[in-house]
């Protein structure tokens, strides 16, 4: 397999680093924090304007048409700098529901604005009850007046305060656990009977809690076959775990730099802490770690074109341990390297720590995907 970049891949790399390099330091990231929205509007419009927000769009929707390597590297680039915009949902999450389930009419409408930077989406698909069981839907949507009528609930939408149009996940047939009976819809983010409540969380970026009483939605707003949304709903949460792999990434290269840093600068005793042997073999373990998460996001980053469903499942399992526990691995070494000043709000060795931690947390835990590779070797 050719792991090599092209030049475009290359190009892309280095245009966004430069960009974020200037726009997205520490302090600037603080404040974006303590606005209403916690995230740059103006940015939003220079990812548009850079090609970034089209990125996995086909060119005749107004896209760049790239694939699953060039969301890769711009993932990790953001993950270098803590960026707090809502890429993960509107162009990962609910672009990919798009691609895969959407009619040529709803692509045509939607992902051009998207491209372009005038929509953002959100997936809401998982509820309270559900933990992380894909097919755990108790929000039904049932037949009206040539549409449906959507009641229910939905918990920890990424970036869902913001959304213009939610896609949604319902149950249409089927008792609480059945993989089939599963449909998406597109619902707009100020249709009458829909509640949100936003909120941050721990890491910052933010999301929100969905109540749908009465929504009504017409049949156009259908996305993908009736009762079959659960193929598409795995999907778009396996290209969540590969991006997110990938963002971990370069929260590790971030730390790792930090922290190779403050062992080189801190004194202690007349010389700098980094001579000290044991510190040097704690850094050197943070490496191997960082470069097998690095070797494991790749896994999924390539297995997002795998077709056979079970392999790919297994994969993107794979890549989610491997991937949660290098990041915890670095994460936790680096704070304990920076010593106390990497507990504070002032340093931003912290502020990575929350965020790995917060997508180890993301469509599945270690733990999680843990028992369901076991559960096939078993």
């Not at 404040?31 to 970034?52: D, F, I, N, V």
């Not at 108790?138 to 959304?163: I, M, N, Q, R, W």
Request: aromatic letters at 6%; a negative charge; charged letters at 20%.
């Amino acid at each position: 397999m050719d792991f090599d970049l092209t030049d475009d891949q290359r190009l892309l790399g280095d245009s966004v680093t430069r960009l974020l390099s200037a726009e997205y330091g520490f302090e600037q990231r603080k404040a974006l924090l303590k606005t209403p929205t916690g995230w740059s509007e103006a940015l939003w419009q220079r990812y548009a304007e850079l090609g970034l927000l089209g990125l996995p769009i086909a060119e005749d929707h107004g896209g760049f048409g790239g694939g699953p390597v060039d969301v890769m590297l711009l993932m990790q680039a953001f993950g270098r700098h803590l960026v707090l915009e809502p890429y993960l949902a509107t162009v990962v999450l609910g672009a990919t529901a798009l691609r895969l389930a959407g009619t040529d009419a709803q692509q045509g409408e939607i992902l051009p604005e998207v491209a372009a930077g005038t929509m953002k989406l959100a997936f809401a698909h998982y509820e309270r009850q559900a933990r992380y069981d894909l097919t755990d839907i108790l929000t039904t949507a049932k037949p009206k007046d040539g549409g449906f009528v959507l009641e229910g609930a939905k918990s920890v939408v990424l970036h869902g305060d913001c959304a213009d149009r939610l896609i949604v996940s319902a149950r249409t047939s089927g008792g609480r656990d059945d993989a089939g009976g599963l449909s998406l819809f597109l619902v707009d983010g100020n249709a009458p009977g829909l509640a949100r409540r936003g909120y941050a969380l721990r890491d910052g970026t933010r999301a929100a809690e969905l109540s749908l009483s009465g929504v009504q939605v017409p049949r156009e707003a259908l996305l993908g076959e009736v009762d079959g949304a659960l193929p598409t709903i795995q999907r778009v949460v396996e290209a969540g775990i590969a991006a997110t792999s990938a963002e971990v990434i370069g929260t590790m290269e971030a730390m790792q730099a930090m922290t190779l840093d403050y062992l080189k600068t801190r004194q202690q005793f007349g010389k700098p802490i980094g001579d000290n042997q044991a510190l040097q073999h704690r850094a050197a373990e943070m490496l191997v770690a960082m470069e097998q998460g690095r070797s494991m996001a790749m896994l999924a980053t390539m297995s997002l074109e795998e077709e056979d469903a079970a392999e790919r499942a297994r994969s993107i399992s794979m890549a989610k341990v491997g991937v949660g526990q290098a990041g915890r691995f670095v994460s936790q070494n680096a704070v304990q390297l920076h010593g106390g000043i990497g507990m504070t709000e002032e340093y931003a060795v912290g502020h990575f720590f929350r965020r790995v931690m917060v997508i180890e947390h993301l469509f599945g835990d270690t733990a999680t995907h843990l028992d369901r590779l076991a559960d096939q070797v078993a």
